[in-house]
């Protein structure tokens, strides 16, 4: 276990949490998050909530062992920077890598969702823990025969993984998507029901979900030709290029479904109670942290919402 002043592959743990400042904001989260995700958190002493949240958020980036970087904000002393990124309520949270905003949220939450959100962001900076080594060559054999096809050699071998470590998230989350990629949807959602409650909100878990409501969504969507024949024509149909995002994943093209997307929350982001912004955080949960298209697509939508 780390000890508070050892050294990780990013930081130290005494200064993985700092209380910033509007003038050291560009220091501290801009320039720091260029190799390592910060994660900031804006706060007010008056505030109820980010009492409750902001503990358990510590918490979770010293669980994170270096991967992750938070810096508090207090909004009522720096009320420029709340204003530039638009804080209207707080708590928010915001993670950053790179110098850009690449997720967030609002309001209070619950424990595992704080620790999922740590997860994700850690990931994207490639700071994830792995998997138990014992078991790691058997998992990376079984996402290779996903990806190849051999769904059911996959399902296989995650189920035999899930025999030697029942709480592996990593293989759970793998046999999960083996049976959405056989097609077979109502025992992928029977498996992922039956989760232990301690990996249920792991982001494997998370990701396997969003991967299986989608594949539900394909089941209906419509011809592409169609759909995006009716968008050229009345561009300010959202639901028509909602359903045109839909059809092109269905199809297999995440990039075109992930572009109309954003299309349409720049066009009308609060279009059916912010459905576009809905579906673009359910198709890069879906994908892995480092996936292409989730990296450009979060630091788009963010771009967006901080413009």
């Not at 396997?208 to 594949?215: F, H, M, N, R």
């Amino acid at each position: 276990m780390l000890e508070l002043g050892q050294k990780t592959g990013a930081a130290a743990q005494g200064d993985l949490i700092i209380d910033g400042t509007e003038a050291g904001f560009l220091k501290d989260v801009v320039e720091a998050s260029q190799s390592v995700p910060v994660i900031v958190d804006f706060w007010a002493p008056w505030c109820g909530p980010c009492k409750t949240l902001g503990p358990m958020l510590e918490d979770a980036v010293r669980a994170a062992g270096g991967a992750v970087k938070m810096v508090k904000i207090n909004v009522d002393e720096a009320q420029q920077i709340a204003a530039q990124l638009r804080i209207q309520s707080i708590p928010t949270v915001y993670a950053f890598y790179q110098g850009q905003p690449i997720d967030g949220f609002q309001g209070a939450v619950q424990g595992s969702e704080i620790k999922a959100f740590v997860e994700r962001v850690a990931a994207q900076g490639g700071g994830a823990a792995g998997a138990d080594d014992g078991l790691a060559e058997a998992i990376e054999a079984a996402e290779t025969m996903l990806s190849e096809g051999a769904a059911v050699d996959a399902a296989q071998t995650f189920a035999a993984i899930l025999g030697e470590d029942p709480k592996n998230a990593a293989a759970y989350g793998g046999l999960v998507r083996s049976h959405i990629a056989l097609g077979d949807l109502e025992q992928a959602e029977a498996i992922l029901n039956g989760a232990d409650a301690e990996i249920s909100h792991t982001p494997e878990l998370e990701a396997a979900a969003a991967q299986l409501e989608l594949a539900r969504q394909a089941a209906g969507a419509g011809p592409v030709a169609d759909l995006r024949a009716q968008v050229e024509a009345s561009p300010e149909d959202h639901q028509a290029r909602f359903d045109l995002a839909t059809a092109l994943h269905a199809s297999g093209d995440l990039q075109g479904a992930v572009d109309e997307l954003l299309e349409l929350f720049r066009r009308d982001r609060d279009w059916n109670e912010g459905a576009a912004k809905t579906q673009l955080f359910k198709i890069f949960d879906a994908l892995k942290p480092q996936d292409p298209v989730a990296l450009a697509g979060r630091r788009k939508l963010s771009s967006m919402i901080f413009a």
